[in-house]
């Protein structure tokens, strides 16, 4: 029996999902119970929200990440996740597309 395709997502995939991107949604609500998050990421996602300059934007931003955080495991950084990052078909998609 071959085994599921896991993904494991980049910083530009999620941004692209925070932007509401319809292809990026649509594939990341159909992979949802095999994708993942790894913290490096999820910092920088927290970074970028905590930049935006206008209060209330700020705030907005750091509620969507926080809610898009909780939709996915988070995983600890070590060897075995940057060698899956660097093979992850999210990632060559994202950087494909930018």
Known sequence: MPKAELFL???CT?????QQ???????????RHR???C???LAELYREASQIAELKGRAA???EVA??????????????VARAFGFCPAATAAKATL
Not at 14 to 18: A, D, K, P, V
Not at 23 to 30: D, G, K
Not at 67 to 80: H, I
């Open 39 to 41: 913290t490096p990421v």
């Open 61 to 63: 931003r750091l509620l």
């Open 21 to 31: 991107r319809p292809s990026v949604v649509r594939e990341l609500q159909r992979a």
């Open 9 to 11: 997502l980049d910083t």
């Open 67 to 80: 809610a898009f955080a909780a939709a996915f495991p988070v995983l600890p950084v070590n060897v075995a």
């Open 14 to 18: 999620c941004i692209f999902y925070l």
């Open 35 to 37: 994708t993942y998050l």
